[in-house]
């Protein structure tokens, strides 16, 4: 009988593979999802709109309704190229795939999206982190060093970045494009909730620039649908990767009604705005958290006492809310956690479970 270890590479086996926790019958604010759905009579016109649809039929391969609506809802400039992802994902893996016979690595500030370091050693590829200083933000000496040693096949930074919600200075964003000798990747993941994008700068303005969305965090993650605008070079050639219909027709019909509903999503973003500065007061406040890291996004990393992440996180876990666990494996990121905002009523939910928390902890 042929076993995995006899066909896969032990460093693909070695790694676990990427978990997701059992949220049934919990405040869910782990995952960084929008927390509201549609109202009602917006979703009854959703439904409506799914009509029609031939599910014997494959989808339009090029999803190019989606695309012009992307284009003109997000700004993406005429002279870029769009390509459609199945989630920001599988576009993270088609770069990699790409590059994978350049010889160079993929380089990234850690901690972030763990996806980048998980695709890149699955895809054969060195994955080179260099460590954030001790707020979470560049080390822009150690950055530089590793882009001129090196020179990846491809920089990413997540901006905002995850877990840690800091915004870098789009200063020094510029400055490591211009030193990178490969190619970089912006992650705007998280450009609904903070005040800043690359996106308008794509081609001439910055070459060697890719910026990449998800509508994940937008509201729409059930959709599981990012892009990636770049140079028209660059997109034909990573299209050569894409697999064919990887946006199916259902994902590709709601992104269009979404499109022409907007506002209600923009306007959920902006509460949630509102919301992070309310709960970034409250824990502030509280004597048991040691920081709260700065975030533009739309959750929140705090630390508490030294020891105290794992205790704090199984209570509140066991009343009945679940967040993220950021610093299981310790490091730099230990004893942090990370909620994500949600409504209102989950927040106070969120609020006066973590202060049993730490009254027990």
């Known amino acids: 009988m042929t076993l995995p270890a006899d066909l896969m590479r032990p460093e693909v086996l070695g790694q676990p593979a990427y978990a997701v ?21 917006l979703e009854a016109a959703w439904l409506e709109c799914l009509r029609g649809i031939e599910l014997n039929r ?30 920001s994902d599988e576009l993270i893996q088609i770069l990699i795939t790409a590059v994978q016979g350049s010889g160079r690595p993929v380089v990234a500030p850690i901690p972030t999206f763990v996806m980048y370091e998980v695709l890149a050693r699955a895809g054969g ?21 590793a882009l001129a040693e090196h020179r990846p096949a491809l920089l990413f930074l ?17 400055e490591m494009i211009a030193a990178n000798p490969g190619v970089t990747v912006i992650d705007e993941a998280y450009a609904p ?10 081609g001439e303005a910055i070459p060697g620039l890719m910026v990449m969305r998800t509508l994940s965090k937008l509201g729409l993650a059930g959709l599981r649908l990012g892009y990636l605008a770049a140079v028209p070079e660059w997109i034909e050639a990573l299209n050569r990767l894409r697999l064919p219909y990887n946006v199916n027709s259902l994902t590709q019909r ?7 509903h907007a506002r209600e999503l923009e306007a959920q973003a902006g509460r949630l705005r509102e919301q992070r500065g309310e709960l970034v007061e409250a824990l502030v406040a509280k004597s048991g958290i040691r920081r709260v ?20 996180f199984e209570s509140l876990r066991s009343s009945g ?30 609020l006066e479970a973590l202060d049993r928390a730490l009254t027990t902890g």
Not at 158 to 174: E, H, Q
Not at 193 to 202: M, P, R
């Open 21 to 41: 926790a059992d949220a049934v019958g919990l405040v869910k604010l782990d995952a960084m999802e929008n927390p509201y759905p549609w109202p009602g009579a």
């Open 58 to 87: 494959y989808p339009d391969a090029a999803a190019q309704e989606v695309t012009a609506v992307l284009r003109a809802g997000h700004g993406i400039p005429e002279s870029a190229g769009c390509l459609l992802g199945n989630g």
């Open 125 to 145: 590829v060195p994955f080179v982190g260099v460590p954030l200083d001790a707020d979470f933000d560049l080390d822009m000496d150690a950055m530089l060093q």
């Open 158 to 174: 997540a901006y905002p970045n995850n877990p840690t919600g800091r915004l870098y200075d789009p200063g020094r964003v510029r």
């Open 193 to 202: 909730f903070s005040g800043h994008s690359f996106l308008d700068q794509i």
């Open 254 to 260: 709601s992104v269009v009604f979404a499109f022409e």
């Open 293 to 312: 890291i700065p975030s533009d996004a739309n959750f929140l990393l705090f630390q508490v006492g030294e020891g105290q992440g794992q205790s704090v």
């Open 321 to 350: 809310v679940l967040i993220k666990h950021s610093g299981a494996s310790g490091g730099t990121l230990a004893d942090h956690l990370r909620v994500t905002i949600g409504t209102p009523a989950e927040n106070r939910t969120f």
